[in-house]
């Protein structure tokens, strides 16, 4: 393996521990803070958590188009972000719901193709990217963990008032996630001018051929077309997952005994509890190179399904299960992990088998538009109207919320055991030339 230079390895590693801190910072909380603060209905809140999925939509073809072809890499994720620290700074006083939806919408925009580009300025510079590159983007999950709890303590230290009532203090509590966009306006800023610093990335400059028609015939075969079909309803699951969990938990984080003690680790809202997920994520992604070797694709993608309606189902009936509610929420949390690593990391080991080599990174890129793109618009959509529908008398009733999702995962799982092929699938290899086969 060729050598990777400290230097290089923290400077990467600083890059992407700020690249997803800025996400991190807003996102789990956007839900209680738009509901609770705003006072936006559900429904109008999916549409906000949805633009999300457009950008994801249209992030490779503005990438593609402006930062591979007129601008260095890192001059462009300096201006993306510094731009973007303005933009989602005003998420945070804006109060009509259309303004919001506009300055979010064009955040998104901004902000999007920097996930990718992040990636393509490490894969440049990396000695080698097969072997060192999940080295630097571990520290894009720790940045998100470290911001996640840092808000909770600051929500939990600032915006608790102490002996209120329940409802006061997750009033209070929400009132107070404008911080959380603050503090990624100043993330994004600082993000902006520490890319001025990193190594140049000049553009390519030449067209590049994209086989999207090829890699869609490809996907039109087994197993492709039934992974490709069952992610968006799971995308969905997993974008429900984002939109709710968070103020469905800072319910639970009011109370004295286990749960005190608790925030005092992860603070309070939601958000510093859900990176719990994150944590189960890494461990999950450790252990995958062993789990990939001894199970089948389709006993590992089965794994991720239960996990997303095993999730569901533990928040659904947290109150009647025989385990005290913190621990039983944690454990639905952790579960993330498997969700996570055994769907949607397995999914793109399939796709990158299951293609030949002149289609692989486009079919991809596909399945990335599926599952980060058109499953979180229809999942945030869905979302919102579930969230409308389960609120009895404008009280939230969670148990009818989570089971909506927790059934969905059940008929992915009967779809998956039925038609996803069984053992072993071949894995296909790129046809051989006239001069290979004599």
Sequence with gaps: MKQLPPALLSRLSVMMFLQY?????????????LSRHR????????????????????????????ADRFFNTEKYLAISHIVGGVLVWQLSWIENYWLFFTFAFLYSMIYSPTLALTNSLSFHHLPDRDRQFG?????????WIAVGIGIGQWLLHVHTPAAAPESEQLATQARGIMDAFRLSAILGVGMGLYCLTLPATPAAKEKKSYAAFDALAEVRRQPLITLFLLAVPISCIHQFYFVHTSAFLSTYQTGEGLAQMINRIFGVGGGGLMTIGQMAEIVVLAVIPLLTARFSRKALLATGVVAYGLRMFLFAYVDVLPFPEMVTLMAGIALHGLCFGCFVIVAFLVVDEQTTPAVRASAQSLFGLVVFGIGIVVGSIIAGYVGDWARIEGVMDYRRLFSAPMWGA???LILLAIFYPGGRVPVVEAPRTQDETE
């Design 21 to 33: 801190a800025i996400w991190g910072a807003w996102l789990p909380l956007m839900y209680p803070f």
């Design 39 to 66: 006072g936006f209905a559900d429904s109008d809140i999916g549409y906000l958590f949805m633009i999300g999925g457009v950008g994801a939509i249209f992030a490779p073809f503005i990438a593609g188009h402006i």
């Design 135 to 143: 080295r630097v983007r571990l520290w894009g999950t720790i940045g």
């Design 410 to 412: 059940v008929a992915v």
